[in-house]
């Protein structure tokens, strides 16, 4: 199977995977093994469905890469969280469900323990868009990262003894509801198409604040700092501002290692979330594009610690994805190699002529080998100059990138 973007369908291709309804995720919309009629697109796109999985001779072993446990588990973090959201945005100021959150967290991190050594960040990258939903997925990505960090976490949670100082649940809560404070605000100003004036981003920039409010006493005051300073930057910048309760007078910005190291976890995971996923402002883009952004742009927002594990364990380019290499042959990526990142192994399904090719199986390339092969198109966007300057130490640097 293999996965493509809504507008790349073309007739007569065969599910490999069911698309749920997303209010809904027991019911299905199409069942695997259905064909997708094409005018089903812009319904699918309402949705915020951008990517299925299609059946693709000889690549069915991709689907033992994601595991189904876990699929299940996020569904229904997926719909626990929107039910209970709708819930509260319908009857403002309805109680939300606390030890609901908490239970759905705890059996989630179960799940993430017991499979913890397997391609975890492949499969949260795979996910169907509908369940891109941004807090479920920022949820599992903080705990994945977290995973990644204990040492880390030890040593900045001295307080603490070492075993709750790694307990990600706490994180996972905070990440959980840390855009909460949103269900607060006007959505026509924070679904606006468009940039936003001045007034209206320092009126967005509320909802931290109108989170915690909300949160506090009723989580671990671990999760909710997640909720307050998840758009608390390394350097200083960032918000909310602070000002001495006192006085009223502004106070310097939490910087560096003042911030709680579970909120600069959730900076970075929500930066590259925010900027992966489909929104009404702005079209998703491919993680390797986002990487490079985050790398150039980004300078000096993230703990350095935190980051570094972060670009090592996130593949630039998600497994099961269709992308077009230098040559002009078509690929599916099948699997990430965390040495060499930005060279996936591929199996080839389309020649450098265009001509489909039967068994993928017999033509898988390790990128890492073919050093002068790389994959050029992503979702038929270029990604050439998305690529680290150190790659281009080994590979022939196309002339168009060079000017
Ligand atoms: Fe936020
Ligand atoms: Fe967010």
């Known amino acids: 199977m293999i996965r493509v973007h809504v507008d790349h369908l073309t007739p007569g291709m065969v599910?490999?995977?069911?698309?749920?309804?997303?209010?809904?995720?027991?019911?299905?919309?199409?069942?695997?093994?259905?064909?997708?009629?094409?005018?089903?697109?812009?319904?699918?796109?309402?949705?915020?469905?951008?990517?299925?999985w299609v059946?693709?001779?000889?690549?069915?072993?991709l689907e033992e890469v994601f595991d189904a446990e876990l699929d299940e588990q996020q569904r229904e973090l997926y719909h626990r969280v929107r039910c209970n959201f709708q819930r509260s945005m319908e009857h403002t100021g309805a109680a939300l469900d606390w030890q609901e959150f908490e239970r759905?967290?705890?059996?989630?991190?179960?799940?993430?323990?017991?499979?913890?050594?397997?391609?975890?960040?492949?499969?949260?990258?795979?996910?169907?868009?509908?369940?891109?939903?941004?807090?479920?997925?920022?949820?599992?990505?903080?705990?994945?990262?977290?995973m990644h960090l204990e040492e880390y976490l030890?040593?900045?949670?001295?307080?603490?003894?070492?075993?709750?100082?790694?307990?990600?649940?706490?994180?996972?809560?905070?990440?959980?509801?840390?855009?909460?404070?949103?269900?607060?605000?006007?959505?026509r100003i924070l679904n606006k198409p468009g940039r936003l004036t001045p007034e209206e981003m320092d009126y967005v920039r509320r909802h931290p604040e109108l989170g915690y409010e909300m949160v506090r006493g009723h989580i671990s005051p671990a999760a909710a700092v997640v909720v307050l300073h998840h758009h608390q930057r390394?350097?200083?910048?960032?918000?909310?501002?602070?000002?001495?309760?006192?006085?009223?007078?502004?106070?310097?910005?939490?910087?560096?290692?003042?911030?709680?190291?579970?909120?600069?976890?959730?900076?970075?995971?929500?930066?590259?979330?925010?900027?992966?996923?489909?929104?009404?402002?702005?079209?998703?883009?491919?993680?390797?594009?986002?990487?490079?952004?985050?790398q150039t742009w980004c300078q000096g927002m993230f703990d350095p610690v935190i980051e570094k594990v972060f670009y090592r364990i996130i593949p630039p380019f998600p497994i099961g994805k269709v992308v077009e290499l230098s040559n002009g042959a078509q690929a599916v990526v099948v699997d990430f190699n965390a040495e060499e990142p930005y060279r996936p192994?591929?199996?080839?399904?389309?020649?450098?002529?265009?001509?489909?090719?039967?068994?993928?199986?017999?033509?898988?390339?390790?990128?890492?080998?073919?050093?002068?092969?790389?994959?050029?198109?992503?979702?038929?966007?270029?990604?050439?100059?998305?690529y680290p300057e150190a790659f281009w130490e080994t590979t022939p640097r196309p002339e168009y990138v060079l000017s």
């Open 15 to 52: 599910l490999a995977r069911p698309i749920p309804v997303p209010s809904h995720p027991g019911r299905f919309l199409l069942q695997r093994g259905q064909r997708v009629p094409l005018n089903l697109v812009p319904r699918l796109k309402r949705w915020g469905i951008y990517e299925v």
């Open 55 to 61: 059946q693709y001779p000889q690549l069915e072993f």
């Open 104 to 146: 759905a967290v705890s059996s989630l991190n179960e799940a993430l323990q017991r499979n913890r050594f397997s391609a975890m960040l492949q499969k949260l990258q795979a996910y169907d868009s509908y369940l891109m939903a941004h807090s479920t997925n920022v949820c599992y990505l903080s705990m994945l990262l977290g």
């Open 154 to 187: 030890i040593q900045q949670r001295r307080l603490k003894d070492p075993r709750e100082a790694r307990d990600l649940r706490q994180l996972g809560l905070g990440m959980l509801l840390h855009d909460l404070g949103k269900v607060r605000l006007d959505p």
């Open 234 to 294: 390394w350097d200083g910048r960032g918000y909310p501002r602070r000002v001495d309760s006192a006085t009223g007078e502004p106070m310097p910005p939490l910087r560096q290692r003042q911030i709680p190291v579970f909120a600069r976890i959730a900076t970075v995971v929500d930066v590259f979330d925010a900027a992966t996923t489909h929104r009404c402002y702005s079209a998703a883009k491919p993680p390797i594009r986002v990487l490079h952004e985050m």
């Open 345 to 386: 192994k591929v199996q080839l399904i389309r020649t450098e002529k265009g001509q489909p090719i039967s068994s993928p199986a017999l033509n898988e390339m390790d990128l890492a080998i073919y050093q002068d092969v790389f994959i050029r198109r992503v979702d038929g966007q270029e990604v050439t100059p998305y």
